[in-house]
């Protein structure tokens, strides 16, 4: 009844490990959708699948009562918390008892939304730092900043995460890029994070072109990432300068869209899902032509 379609990552992993050629971008779309849904339980509200919860995390889950319970091999809420707020206040006791004995990092007091779509009203919402742990749907923007030069090449921003940040320390990132808070539309959040991030003003990061959203679901040792990217371009002038505000970036460099694509291709310097905004414009811009071995492939595994 809750059976997956695993669009082959499984048969693709031993691809990957046989011939080594295939050891390129195609093997960041694989590092993104590994995962194994044998170890998770669905997570299902009012007949909707939200989620998929560790066997484990599901054990810690069900030892609250009055809050959780089975469902068959789903696990699910009370039939007592019918709304929004009475499932937020329920789930939020939970989730701080869970952080005092030890089985969640503390709180990130971000809010995400939990729903099965960014257009759907939310069934509750939950703190960033909970969601892997119960493997609901997360939605965030990310933005290429590119420079057009006089001879038609392109340049693209890049930013270097700080060495102090809890997650990728010290790789490389898109110019702009953050989770998506509840309550923010989609354009709000972007304008917000360019300010912060790089010191976009919002008259210029209003201008930035939706291109898309891509979406990947990805096994971790906190659980499921299932996250959504919305994608966006934005053209800046030659004298533009990005500059940091909130911590989380320790440097920005300028660099052709030639060598971006080779470091993109030939390892991990770049946070994981990073690589996908990118090779995602590299596809759009005409850098990753039809002619590519993995070009079918990679447009598919862009889109979970």
Known sequence: MYSEDNLS?????????????????????????????????PFILENIKLGNIRHEFVNKLLAFKDVFKEMGTA????????????????????????ILQGHLPKLRNEFYPVTTSFYKPPFFQLD?????YFGVRAFGVHLNGFTKNSNGSLDL???????????????????VGGGQPIGLGIMENLIK????????TKDLSTTAIP????????????????????????????????KNRDGEISNFYR??????????????EFKFNC??????????????TPDHPHYTKLIKGLRF
Request: glycine content about 4%; overall charge negative; some cysteine.
């Open 9 to 41: 990552w499984h048969s693709m992993a031993i691809i990957c490990k046989l011939e080594p050629t295939l050891m390129n971008y195609i093997e960041h779309v694989y590092k993104c959708n590994r995962h194994d849904l044998m170890a998770f339980r």
């Open 211 to 242: 291109v898309g959203a891509i979406s990947y679901m990805m096994e971790t040792e906190a659980g499921l990432r299932l996250d959504t990217l919305f994608c966006f371009d934005l053209k800046l002038s030659d004298d533009f300068v990005p």
């Open 275 to 288: 690589n996908l905004v990118l090779i995602d414009f590299l596809i759009r811009h005409g850098f990753i």
């Open 157 to 175: 921003w890049i930013a270097r995460r700080a060495k102090d940040r809890l997650f990728c320390p010290g790789m490389l990132d898109n110019i």
């Open 128 to 132: 960033r730092a909970a969601v892997p």
């Open 75 to 98: 696990i699910t809420l009370s039939k007592n918390l019918k709304s929004f707020s009475t499932r937020n206040h329920a789930i939020s006791e939970v989730v701080n008892e869970l």
């Open 193 to 200: 994070e360019c300010t912060e991030e790089a010191s976009i």
């Open 255 to 268: 660099w052709p869209i030639q060598r971006v694509a080779q470091i993109v291709n030939d390892g991990f």
